[in-house]
């Protein structure tokens, strides 16, 4: 893998030269805007080409597309989308000509499942598309909701190579890697925590999502600062040609969503403005006590309460500004805990700029985001930890024919802070700062059945002066018009540690520190040079048209980590001379002494997908094996989070009149996770000063463990189902309602052991829910 990284620069430097001759090559390019006539909405991912030939092109995330190097002639430019007219125009392409257009698409009383099935097969022969899977907010409705809002989090349990933690106290792990290797980008801000204490939830509307891009590992040069996986969230405009909006009630939470034009947008103009807002709670705490009685007479522990706005303004080109900001807040109250709670807040904008006689297209983005957490806890001392910071970036993109070319550059500054008393009493309290500024440049070529993607992305650390060079490059080849193999491989970098602590009863704490510095100087005999975490991936898989319906993804995977750095689970005594002198006859290695400590790892494994989709049913199956291994120069452990199998099967069922029911089933099934078996408890004394008493002096209550992470928990199983009705009022009003039931078989998963009382909590029990949905 590292031969093939090495040629990835030497490669990328082949196709930056070859660019001259593409750009004086005598033909013509059209570009432009696809969106719906009825809210306009960019149509995102729709096929864009000309009648009878192999010129085309798929619009992006914002509905833009661009055909180049055509041949100068006359003609019929076609697009279709599902559940829209295909709309035809003729057009002239004249020798270096620019056309810009902006195309609008209308709703079709027709569904063309064909013409979908076949933009999609066609996509994936132009794209490498390794290990990402994209998400549409109609794809997240077709799984079973909870309450009857469906949600991002639930959907997102499903993916290969995901796994959660479960209904409580729910996190996101992708191929191996913790949330804090996971980068969670919404609008291009950073959102530290996605998901709520309740696993069931997100901080994330589903119907002010425009598209969800999850990178489960291989992902390209465009991004950085995390090893492991990106999530890339986009938001949707507000409605440009009316106000419209929606109401939700639950029993679990309502929501509020209004939208509407600031000016109207017109087809023979296009300048517009509008707005979206969303804002939605939770009142499960107080109406557990009615409808949930059965689980928790007091009623269930959590409250959550989550805003966002939007305000777009488009010029009568196509060029936009985004303006947008968010609010998020969790609490909960645990039996072990007396409080914990995090709040996150955020703004920016973000903006495409497309120049009037060149064909590149700009993209940028600025935006400011915080985040606070605290937990207060029995018999243990209370954490916090903070971070916040600003990040900025330019992108800009070139096409040639099916070619691209893409660059850009990033800068950012964090802060972060934490407050952290180990099991031992010792004291960790940092406040850090950094800035980090990124470089990147990606190329992709398609030339006969291959298609090439080499990237480089240069990251500098300010905080701790270091350059990491990370060289990208991901390929496909269409063996046969249904079957493509591909092959991604990368080096990745992060300067950011999780706060978690491995030996937690319930995980919910995950703060957050950037180049932290007390750290070991040798690890395995070698001298550490660098304070960055790295990670090196390689993926390989296949691809499989099994019939127009059916269609099979098999990716493997391996990850290695050659340098992590983690929370010294280990420390027993202060980093003071008396122990860090090795003249000193007190002398203490660094493992007894440092706050964190230096590891290695990895992660291998391999995820199958098999899903069929027709005009009425849907099912998708999806199994994912995966070893994770961590050696901390003292013993090999697996981490928390090592879910050895796990499968998930979804089933989506739409008939009756004008379809207006739905029925949806879900089956999750994962292995037991590891964890660390209690050996004892002692009397572990405080002392404050030289005069505190032993004898008369009460002491805190001290854990004797096990072997760490030595035990398995049972396995966890979990079927929900869920039917919907929707009804029709007019044009506009609607209303859904849904009736869900979550864990449907009542399987008694475990949540945590309570060490103390030795008592065994599970995870939420068979609960059904009742919401209620309105259109206008």
Not at 4 to 12: D, M, Y
Not at 355 to 361: A, I, Q, R, T, W
Not at 592 to 603: S, T
Request: positive net charge; aromatic residues 16%; contains cysteine.
């Amino acid at each position: 893998m590292k031969r093939l990284l090495l040629l990835t620069p030497f490669i990328f430097i082949f196709f930056f030269l070859s660019l001259p001759s593409q750009l004086t090559a005598q033909t013509g390019t059209i570009r432009g805007f696809v969106y719906e006539t009825e809210t306009g909405e960019p149509v995102i991912f729709t096929n864009v080409y000309f009648s009878k030939t192999t010129y085309g092109a798929a619009t992006d995330i914002n509905g833009y597309f661009v055909i180049s190097k055509v041949p100068p002639g006359k003609y019929t430019l076609l697009v279709t989308y599902l559940g829209f007219d295909t709309l035809k125009i003729a057009v002239n392409i004249l020798p270096n000509d620019l056309i810009t257009k902006k195309l609008y698409l209308k709703k079709s009383t027709f569904t063309l499942e064909e013409v979908n099935v076949s933009a999609a097969r066609e996509n994936k022969k132009v794209e490498t598309q390794i290990s990402i899977i994209k998400i549409t907010p109609r794809e997240i409705q077709q799984i079973p909701t909870i309450g009857g809002q469906p949600d991002l989090a639930q959907y997102l349990q499903v993916l290969p190579g995901v796994i959660f933690t479960g209904d409580q106290g729910g996190q996101l792990y992708i191929r191996g890697g913790p949330p804090i290797q996971n980068k969670v980008l919404l609008d291009g801000m950073t959102v530290y925590n996605p998901f709520h204490s309740i696993g069931l939830f997100s901080v994330f509307d589903v119907d002010i999502i425009k598209n969800v891009d999850v990178y489960t590992g291989g992902y390209g040069a465009e991004y950085g600062g995390r090893i492991s996986s990106v999530m890339d969230i986009t938001t949707r405009d507000g409605n440009k040609k009316r106000f419209s909006g929606k109401i939700d009630a639950s029993t679990f939470g309502g929501k509020l969503l209004i939208e509407g034009p600031i000016v109207k947008s017109k087809e023979d103009d296009g300048t517009s403005a509008s707005f979206i807002f969303s804002i939605k709670d939770s009142y499960l705490r107080e109406s557990s006590k009615t409808f949930y009685s059965y689980i928790d007479k007091n009623g269930l522990p959590y409250d959550y309460l989550d805003a966002y706005g939007k305000i777009s303004i488009n010029a009568a080109n196509g060029s936009k500004v985004n303006f947008y900001g968010f609010d998020f807040t969790d609490a909960v109250q645990y039996k072990i805990l007396q409080n914990y709670r995090w709040d996150a807040v955020g703004g920016g904008g973000n903006f495409i700029v497309i120049p009037g006689k060149s064909p590149v297209l700009l993209e940028g983005f600025f935006n400011y985001s915080n985040y606070k957490v605290t937990l207060d806890q029995k018999n243990f001392p209370s954490r916090s930890s903070s971070i916040g910071g600003f990040n900025a970036g330019l992108n800009f993109s070139y096409f040639f024919g099916k070619d691209a070319f893409k660059y850009g550059l990033e800068f950012s500054g964090l802060g972060t802070t934490l407050d952290f008393t180990n099991n031992v009493n010792n004291k960790i309290d940092y406040t850090q700062n950094t800035t980090e500024v990124a470089l990147y440049a990606k190329y992709k070529w398609l030339f006969g059945k291959f298609i090439l993607e080499p990237g480089i992305r240069v990251q500098y650390y300010g905080s701790l002066s270091e350059v990491s060079l990370e060289p990208r490059i991901s390929a496909k080849y269409n063996l046969a018009d249904v079957f493509r193999l591909k092959l991604a491989a990368g080096l990745y970098s992060q300067n950011l540690i999780s706060t978690t602590y491995d030996l937690d009863v319930v995980n919910l704490f995950y703060g957050f520190l950037s180049g932290p510095e007390n750290l070991p100087s040798e690890f395995q005999g070698k001298n550490i040079n660098t304070k960055l975490q790295k990670s090196q991936q390689v993926v390989f898989g296949f691809e499989w048209d099994l019939t127009k319906k059916l269609y099979l993804n098999v990716e493997g995977y391996y990850k290695y980590y050659p340098q992590l750095t983690n929370l010294n689970r280990h420390k027993i005594y202060p980093d003071i001379t008396e122990y860090s002198n090795p003249a000193s006859s007190n002398y203490k290695p660094d493992y007894l002494r440092k706050d964190f400590i230096i590891e290695k790892g990895d992660a291998e494994g391999i995820d199958f997908s098999l899903k069929y989709s027709s005009n009425n049913f849907t099912i998708w199956a999806v199994y994912s094996l995966c070893y994770i291994h961590r050696f901390d120069e003292i013993s090999w452990y697996v981490p928390p989070y090592d879910r050895r199998h796990n499968i998930n099967l979804t089933s989506t069922y739409v008939f009756g009149k004008k379809k207006g029911w739905e029925f949806d089933l879900r089956y999750n099934f994962g292995s037991g996770f590891p964890f660390t078996k209690t050996q004892g408890f002692y009397e572990q004394l405080v002392f404050d000063d030289l005069n505190t008493n032993i004898i008369t002096n009460n002491g805190n209550l001290g854990v004797v463990y096990s072997g760490f992470d030595k035990g398995r928990l049972p396995y966890y199983s979990r079927l929900d189902a869920n039917l919907k009705k929707k009804f029709e009022l007019g044009k506009y009003a609607k209303i859904e309602i849904s009736l869900s039931v979550t864990n449907l078989l009542n399987q008694q998963n475990i949540f945590y052991f309570d060490r103390v009382s030795y008592t065994r909590v599970n995870q939420m029990p068979l609960m059904p829910s009742l919401g209620l949905s309105i259109s206008f």
